[in-house]
């Protein structure tokens, strides 16, 4: 006598098994990514400068945007420029006029704050060193 209970296969246990594998493995990964979409993402760009020959030194202008590119707001945002060997002579730091923002520089470096910046909000800022 054989007894084929051991051999069988439980097609209804197999059929729910692979369904949650399924939605596990879809729907895992949407829900980490609707998750870190949800944050800020701060962006820092900075086109290379190209020095050149001034009255008596080499003269560099140097650019940089700092954006919030992500879906929630950005606090105490802090970014420091530094060049080193060069010093700061001039800098200009612009924003629209709802972004409150402070800059201080000190020899090479200049220190850009902002309290709060929204999604799709940008800062620029111009160096010359």
Excluded at 9 to 32: E, F
Excluded at 45 to 52: T, Y
Aim: aromatic share 4%.
């Amino acid at each position: 006598m054989n007894d084929d209970k051991g051999s069988r296969l439980h097609w209804p246990s197999l059929g729910v098994g692979a369904a949650v594998t399924l939605i596990v493995a879809v729907a895992a990964p949407m829900v980490v990514s609707y998750l870190q979409s949800r944050e800020p993402r701060l962006v820092f760009v900075a086109p290379e400068a190209i020095p050149f020959q001034g009255p008596g030194k080499k003269i560099a202008t140097y650019s940089v945007t700092i954006s919030n590119e992500g879906a929630r707001v950005a606090e105490e945002v802090v970014c420091v420029v530094r060049v080193p060997g060069g010093t700061v002579d001039q800098q200009v730091v612009t924003a629209d006029s709802s972004i409150d923002h402070r800059e201080t520089s000190a020899g090479d470096s200049l220190k850009i704050q902002i309290p709060v910046l929204n999604p799709s909000e940008r800062v620029r800022a111009s160096i010359l060193v």
